[in-house]
């Protein structure tokens, strides 16, 4: 990706994106396993909306730069190759260790959510469960951290058509493209803000999961992709200060926004801005920049792993105790999280890598074994999850039993 400019060529992956990701991830694990060491972790999901929002608005852009118009199609089998292949197999996973190890009496909420992960309707399902009456915190199922991965789909099944629509006012009205899409970017950011505020105020749990009271975290990475490169010695001191500000911003929420009757309105203005404030800053080679800690192997690799490690360690934490028997303490966490990296990193070594990175045109023909078994275990995920589906639906909910309730929020 290019520092600022969405019009620039693509580039190498961007150390403080990276960092970011690193970021967000430890904020999301670190809540789910020691909830009282970072008791708003959740925030973490904030940070990868807004990167993700200023990802795929800079590459849609260069795309109508480059072509004159935005290519879905080549668009969409990015985002397939990218997402698809790692998710499918963990929520594969998650309807067989259901069926395994949880007891028949919970089987109906776990593989009904198991459907709604793989349909990308998970924010939904869940806003549709806080609106129960009685019930203002949700039940915890082992792929509930689906609800982000859910909206984030919602996004860029919407967002591109903005785009699209952008790029043909100004070719109508002899507008430059940058300055359309960002009229109609940041129109559609605002009125997803005020939408925010106002069902926050309402209704904090169903503003936490929709789409478009989340809309404007993606808007405000989107919009920063227009900012153009900026240059100088005076304001890479500023912009080595504002990442340092940015940071802190994002920390401070994580530890403090505890009231979640609060979030995601005004509120999280805090971590999202923080973020855009990082990313605008770069990577400055100036005194007191956060580059020399950005761009250590550890932080790189942490924030190269941060989705198939936001995939898996949510399923370990569930079904340890399903399978142990027994609640998991700290000597337990522990391991768990060492084996939640573990399997995170096979994950994207062998899933998540091979589906996403490109080849030329003539090597996509694969060996007919290879062909074989990638057919076989898109056969299998495909008949566990509609298996899991029906068999949600189908199972008749236990008269009088009252289902645990927690507030877990990824």
Known sequence: MSSSSAAAPRAAVRPEIQALRAVAIGCVVLYHFWPAALPAGFVGVDVFFVVSGFLITGLLLRDAERFGRVRLREFYVRRIRRILPAAMVVLTACGIATLLFVPRIEWRPFLQQVLSSALYVQNWHLARDSQIPGSADLESTPVQHFWSLSVEEQFYLLWPLLIIGAVWLAARFGRTRPAMAGAVLGAATLASFVHCVLLTAQDHNLAYFSTFARAWEFGVGGLLALVPAMAGERLRRTRALAAWVGLAAVAVAARTFTDHALFPGAIALVPVLGTAAVIWAGMPRAALSLAPVAELR?????????????????????????????????????????????????????????????????????????????????AISAVVLLTSGVAGYAIEEPHGVACQRSDDRE
């Open 298 to 378: 550890p932080v790189q690799w942490f924030g190269d792993l941060s989705y198939s490690l936001y995939l898996w360690h949510w399923p370990i934490i569930m079904f340890t105790p399903y399978i142990t028997g027994q609640p998991s303490h700290a000597p337990v966490m522990v391991l768990l999280l060492v084996l939640s990296i573990v399997v995170s990193a096979a994950s994207k070594r062998w899933i998540e890598d091979p589906f996403r990175r490109s080849v030329p045109r003539e090597r996509l023909r694969m060996p007919r074994a290879r062909r074989a078994a990638v057919a076989s275990v898109a």
